[in-house]
């Protein structure tokens, strides 16, 4: 008989504010933080140290992300970053469709997009599908601290929280399958 591993914590984040935030009906792909997105989160503050960050293969994001990090590793802490397409936000506005592996790819070169479709052609999907699929992955990884970077509605979904401002941090204990 199998014996479970120890229970680890998935912190999840949601991206600063974005362009599309701001400017209702924002009429393209991928918006970027904005000035107040990039200072909301610069001033989240960890309390532990993730052994790994995934993050949804958008702009605002990646952007959050990096901000977030920034003080680990100027301080020479490495922490390993994973690209999710299950985690890009549901909605099919046009603000909520990424762009293409190459594009983001460029902007981003020390991140691996290989999970990602060559185009941004996803099918729909809904939060609970894609929160299933996570959530058995997530399940199978050996960290024990894992920083999820999202979108409000996919996030709100997962956790069954109503709403995420931006920035806003929420924990939770995940169960681990059996070895």
């Not at 909605?91 to 990424?98: L, M, R």
């Not at 762009?99 to 981003?108: C, E, G, L, P, Q």
């Not at 990884?141 to 997962?158: N, Q, S, T, W």
Request: hydrophobic share 35%; aromatic share 8%; proline share 6%.
């Amino acid at each position: 008989m199998s014996t479970p591993q120890s229970v680890k914590r998935l912190h999840v984040l949601r991206h600063g504010q974005a362009i599309h935030n701001v400017q209702r009906g924002w009429p393209e792909r991928d918006p970027p933080l904005t000035e107040l997105g990039l200072e909301q989160a610069r001033k989240v503050s960890l309390t532990f140290k993730p052994d790994l960050v995934i993050c949804s293969p958008m702009t605002r994001t990646i952007q959050t992300m990096y901000a977030v990090l920034s003080t680990l590793e100027n301080s020479g802490i490495d922490i390993p970053k994973e690209i999710w397409p299950n985690l890009r936000e549901a909605h099919d506005a046009i603000c909520n469709k990424g762009v293409s592996r190459a594009i983001i790819a460029a902007a981003y070169p020390t991140l691996d997009f290989s999970r990602c479709n060559v185009e941004w052609d996803y099918e729909e999907h809904s939060d609970e599908a894609a929160t299933l699929r996570v959530a058995k992955r997530l399940r199978r990884r050996p960290e024990k601290d894992i920083l999820l970077v999202g979108h409000r509605a996919f996030l709100a979904y997962l956790v069954g929280d109503e709403r995420f401002l931006n920035c806003g941090k929420f924990w939770s204990r995940l169960t681990p399958m059996c070895n």
